[in-house]
Nanobody, 119 residues
Framework: QVQLVESGGGLVQAGGSLRLSCAASGSIFSINAMAWYRQAPGKRRELVAGIGSSDITNYADSVKGRFTISRDNAKNTVYLQMNSLKPEDTGVYYC?????????????WGQGTQVTVSS
């Protein structure tokens, strides 16, 4: 059974930095795209950044130039480096991955990690 486990969230002041990690485990044959989403209170979940198997990346306009997504295929891990954080970056951050298992494939979500940016 595939699991995604996030870590690295916390409380930080505006202008600070955090680095999120998401490790996939289980019967994984390969991982295609990986991404980070976030959900602020009372708002819909939104895509923050994505990275394909060929390391092509895409970002929400609101985080371009401040956030960097990367992946370590040997560790089945995706990272999100967040710099120059703003209060509006506050929310629960979720990892998402398109994973091919040995007998099936699917899209998986982590449990979420809270990021709070104080002004």
């Amino acid at each position: 059974q595939v699991q995604l486990v996030e870590s690295g969230g916390g409380l930080v002041q505006a202008g600070g930095s955090l680095r999120l990690s998401c490790a996939a485990s289980g019967s994984i044959f390969s991982i295609n795209a990986m991404a980070w989403y976030r959900q602020a209170p009372g708002k819909r979940r939104e895509l923050v950044a994505g990275i394909g198997s060929s390391d092509i990346t895409n970002y929400a306009d609101s985080v371009k130039g401040r956030f960097t997504i990367s992946r370590d295929n040997a560790k089945n891990t995706v990272y999100l480096q967040m710099n120059s954080l703003k209060p509006e970056d506050t929310g629960v951050y979720y990892c998402n991955a398109q994973i091919r298992e040995y007998s099936s494939s699917g899209t998986y979500w982590g449990q979420g990690t809270q990021v709070t940016v104080s002004s």
